[in-house]
């Protein structure tokens, strides 16, 4: 079983940035494929970045330049750097576990779910 806590959602302007955190527990962290997807209401979840364990990455073509995923396995955490912020970037980020190494985009692909944090951007 593995525990997702995300955190560092909120409200910011168009043009700023965030950083959203995803807390893991419960397993061997490092071992896994971590990804960050979104969800907007009435709309199905997205894929936005992944990471594989050993740090390779993958992004959605509408956040590439703007957005990095990172991990810190000292801490178990993975992150997302949100920059370049658009209003359309507004919606429910979800941190997701793959209990695989390798980089996932499919939602399916993927083992455990946070609760999700929201992010708003105002324009």
């Known amino acids: 079983q593995v525990q997702l806590v995300e955190s560092g959602g909120g409200l910011v302007q168009a043009g700023g940035s965030l950083r959203l955190s995803c807390a893991a527990s419960?397993?061997?962290?490092?071992?896994?494929?971590m990804g960050w997807f979104r969800q907007a209401p009435g709309k199905e979840r997205e894929f936005v970045a992944a990471?594989?364990?050993?740090?390779?990455?993958y992004y959605t073509d509408s956040v590439k330049g703007r957005f990095t995923i990172s991990r810190d396995n000292a801490k178990n955490t993975v992150y997302l750097q949100m920059n370049s912020l658009k209003p359309e970037d507004t919606v429910v980020y979800y941190c997701?576990?793959?209990?695989?190494?390798?980089?996932?985009?499919?939602?399916?692909?993927?083992?455990?779910w946070g609760q999700g944090t929201l992010v708003t951007v105002s324009s």
């Open positions: 419960g397993r061997t962290f490092r071992n896994y494929a």
């Open positions: 990471i594989s364990r050993l740090s390779n990455t």
């Open positions: 997701a576990c793959s209990l695989g190494p390798t980089i996932r985009t499919r939602e399916a692909d993927y083992n455990y």
